[in-house]
Nanobody, 120 residues
Framework: QVQVVESGGGLVQPGGSLRLSCTASGSIFSIYNMGWYRQAPGKQRELVATVISSGRTNYADSAKGRFTISRDNAKNTVYLQMNSLKPEDTAVYYC??????????????WGQGTLVTVSS
């Protein structure tokens, strides 16, 4: 079994910064892709940014130039540095990991989410 746990959400003023962290643990053989998604009230969950094991990243247009995703493969941890936050960034941010478990079955795990509120 694999657990994914996020931390770092909170209330921040417009223009401020936050850093989210996410660690996967449990029966992990390898993790290929880790990423962040978000869901605002009344909206569908959307991609924010992903990073594969080689370090190649992918960003939503809304995140480019403001957010930076990074990864520590040894710790199965992914980070999301969010700068210049806007009220429209308010959402529950979810971490996702995929890869293989120690039993060589598919690993596809989501965290419980962490709330980011951008408001003055």
């Amino acid at each position: 079994q694999v657990q994914v746990v996020e931390s770092g959400g909170g209330l921040v003023q417009p223009g401020g910064s936050l850093r989210l962290s996410c660690t996967a643990s449990g029966s992990i053989f390898s993790i290929y892709n880790m990423g962040w998604y978000r869901q605002a009230p009344g909206k569908q969950r959307e991609l924010v940014a992903t990073v594969i094991s080689s370090g190649r990243t992918n960003y939503a247009d809304s995140a480019k130039g403001r957010f930076t995703i990074s990864r520590d493969n040894a710790k199965n941890t992914v980070y999301l540095q969010m700068n210049s936050l806007k009220p429209e960034d308010t959402a529950v941010y979810y971490c996702h990991a995929d890869g293989l478990t120690t039993g060589l079955s598919t690993l596809d795990a989501w965290g419980q989410g962490t709330l980011v509120t951008v408001s003055s």
